[in-house]
């Protein structure tokens, strides 16, 4: 199957399951002019987490890329289309990095843990030097409608949707309490990898994801059958 940079549904992860990665056909080689312009996409996508995705122009990405803007202009036509190029290029990249890999998990819980682990590892590879691409847009863009901030706030939507379909299937399958919240548990669990991302970023040390590592691990405990809750 060929992976898209897809919102993380329930339906996406469960289409990804049917079909993994060994079965799919090989990729078709890209062409010089598509290497060039996802290199592009690449660089545009570091700088929308330090710089804003609204301060992105076809003319700053043309000076830190070493080209010409009319050399830009020949794979986007327009700053808009740049921004929601540079937005799928972000989701591709989250999917190979956080969703592909959980999602071979053998079981909702550990796809579930999975899902999380990746993300904070995803943050601390320093791939993007502002962390977490969608929170960064999402935060600089929350409040102005348009095209690129909808497809930006649509894929965290996504990936937050996924992850309560993921707490529902662990509930189905008994690791998780069905008397949990799951919407809830999974808003709660956001929080942990998104305040860990934001205080990652900010203080460029680590202990922000083992307290993320450790609240997560707290929570899904509580979560689990039988607990006594207070």
């Known amino acids: 199957m060929n992976v898209r940079p897809v919102v993380l549904t329930c339906q996406a992860m469960t289409a990804s399951r049917a079909h993994p990665a060994s079965a799919q056909p090989p990729r078709r080689r890209r062409s010089d002019g598509e290497r060039s312009r996802a290199a592009i996409l690449r660089e545009a996508a570091k700088l929308a987490t330090v710089e804003g995705i609204d ?12 080209m010409s803007k009319s050399g830009l202009f020949a794979h986007f036509g327009s700053k808009e289309e740049l921004q929601l190029a540079t937005i ?11 969703v592909q890999p959980a999602l ?18 995803h943050v ?22 348009g095209p690129v901030r909808d497809r ?12 309560e379909a993921t707490i529902r ?8 309490d069905s008397a949990e919240d799951a919407a809830q548990l ?41 607990t006594v809750r207070a």
């Open 55 to 66: 301060g992105l122009s076809i003319a700053r990405l043309a000076d830190a890329v070493g």
């Open 124 to 145: 601390e590879s320093g791939i993007y030097p502002g962390g977490c691409f969608f929170s960064s847009v999402a935060a600089e863009l929350d409040t102005r409608r």
């Open 152 to 163: 930006a706030i649509e894929i965290q939507d996504g990936w937050l949707t996924g992850i």
């Open 186 to 226: 999974a808003f709660e669990l956001d929080a942990y990898l998104l305040l860990a991302n934001m205080q990652f970023v900010a203080r460029q040390e680590p202990t922000p994801m083992t307290r993320a590592r450790r609240a997560l691990d707290v929570r899904l405990a509580a979560a689990a059958p039988g």
């Open 104 to 121: 071979a998990a053998p079981s909702a819980i550990e796809r579930l843990r999975q899902l999380a682990e990746l993300f904070l590892r």
């Open 88 to 98: 799928e290029m972000a989701s591709e990249v989250f999917v190979e990095q956080v």
């Open 169 to 176: 299937e662990a509930q189905a399958e008994g690791a998780l």
